[in-house]
């Protein structure tokens, strides 16, 4: 019983991942043009998210700096911890980008749990207030952070329930976005 329940993770995992590979490599490639954009033009990528997602933002970042399948110069990116004095983690959130974004960056925003777009409006408008655009990958099916996006922005959206599933999927399109983005500055590799 324990090894069908652990294949059956496997199953809908992949099944997830073969479902919106089609649906979500439009808006893949829309996002890494807009981070190639960003980046040429001298502007740097604050990552960040709320809970476990805030593990995923600092991961993104460390692609970015680091290295993702090929060696290259490190790109500007900074994970936000959302952490400020007496402040929750959206309001802290919306601080450091106050402080550290700047017109020409991005924001690279995670969320994989459910939440209410309540929870992102203070530190999406701090990010439009400081002209730069922004990325959402999320597996909230929420209109209102839709609404909270301008027509510049991107939402790569995960339609699944389970947080679990959102969050498999979403270090795939980490990797999506790190592989284009190395396509488009440093050329095809052998992987």
């Known amino acids: 019983m324990?090894?069908?329940?652990?294949?059956?993770?496997?199953?809908?995992?992949?099944?997830?991942l073969y479902q919106v590979a089609e649906t979500l490599s439009r808006p893949l490639a829309a996002a890494?043009?807009?981070?190639?954009?960003?980046?040429?033009?001298?502007?740097?990528?604050?990552?960040?998210?709320?809970?476990?997602?805030?593990?995923?933002a600092s991961y993104m970042s460390?692609?970015?700096?680091?290295?993702?399948?090929?060696d290259r110069p490190g790109l500007a990116a900074w994970s936000l911890d959302g952490k400020a004095n007496g402040?929750?983690?959206?309001?802290?959130?919306?601080?450091q980008v106050?402080?550290?974004g700047?017109?020409?960056?991005?924001?690279?925003?995670?969320?994989a749990q459910p939440s209410s777009?309540?929870?992102?409006?203070?530190?999406?408008?701090?990010?439009?207030?400081?002209?730069?655009?922004?990325?959402a990958l999320t597996g909230s099916q929420d209109d209102g952070l839709r609404a909270l996006l301008?027509?510049?922005?991107?939402?790569?959206?995960?339609?699944?329930?389970?947080?679990?599933?959102?969050?498999e999927a979403q270090r795939l399109l980490s990797h999506c976005l790190c592989d284009a983005v190395d396509l488009q500055l440093l050329g095809a590799s052998e992987v």
């Not at 301008?150 to 969050?167: E, K, M, Q, Y």
Request: with cysteine.
């Open 117 to 135: 777009h309540a929870n992102w409006a203070t530190v999406l408008e701090a990010a439009h207030d400081q002209e730069m655009s922004v990325i």
């Open 62 to 70: 460390a692609l970015l700096v680091g290295r993702f399948e090929q």
């Open 102 to 111: 700047h017109p020409g960056d991005l924001l690279l925003l995670f969320e």
């Open 32 to 56: 890494a043009q807009l981070l190639v954009e960003s980046i040429s033009g001298g502007g740097c990528v604050l990552c960040c998210g709320q809970g476990l997602s805030a593990l995923d």
């Open 98 to 100: 106050q402080v550290h």
């Open 2 to 16: 324990l090894e069908q329940r652990i294949q059956q993770q496997f199953f809908e995992s992949a099944d997830l």
């Open 150 to 167: 301008l027509d510049t922005d991107i939402l790569i959206l995960v339609p699944h329930g389970r947080a679990a599933r959102v969050a």
């Open 87 to 95: 402040s929750s983690v959206a309001a802290a959130l919306a601080r």
